[in-house]
């Protein structure tokens, strides 16, 4: 059984630099394309970033570009995203999703998604 674990999350003042990283298992890590989305609350769930299943491309939300980086270390079936120049309204639960199909993942997210971190950014 597929199972994504996300960590890194925390009360982090505006303008930090944390990391959030995802685990996961049961499932052919480098054969998936990953995401990572949020949820404010009050919000619906939407598209932070994604990268294909080797790691050669990456794309990202308008909100999020220039200061957030994908990655991913098929080694350690592990995805990352590298979160700079923090701002309130990044506050949100963030998740990571796997999917098959990297070109529609920013709007068809894949079946599995880990439970979440939090974020909250202090001003």
């Known amino acids: 059984q597929a199972q994504l674990v996300e960590s890194g999350g925390g009360l982090v003042q505006a303008g930090g630099s944390p990391r959030l990283s995802c685990a996961a298992s049961?499932?052919?890590?480098?054969?998936?394309?990953m995401g990572w989305f949020r949820q404010a609350p009050g919000k619906e769930r939407e598209f932070v970033a994604a990268i294909t299943s080797l790691g050669y491309s990456t794309k990202y939300a308008d909100s999020v570009k220039g200061r957030f980086t994908i990655s991913r270390d098929n080694a350690k079936n592990t995805v990352y995203l590298q979160m700079n120049s923090l701002k309130p309204e990044d506050t949100a639960v963030y998740y990571c999703n796997a999917n098959r199909q990297y070109s529609t993942i920013s709007y068809n997210a894949g079946a599995y998604w880990g439970r979440g971190t939090q974020v909250t950014v202090s001003s």
């Open positions: 049961g499932l052919t890590f480098s054969t998936y394309a």
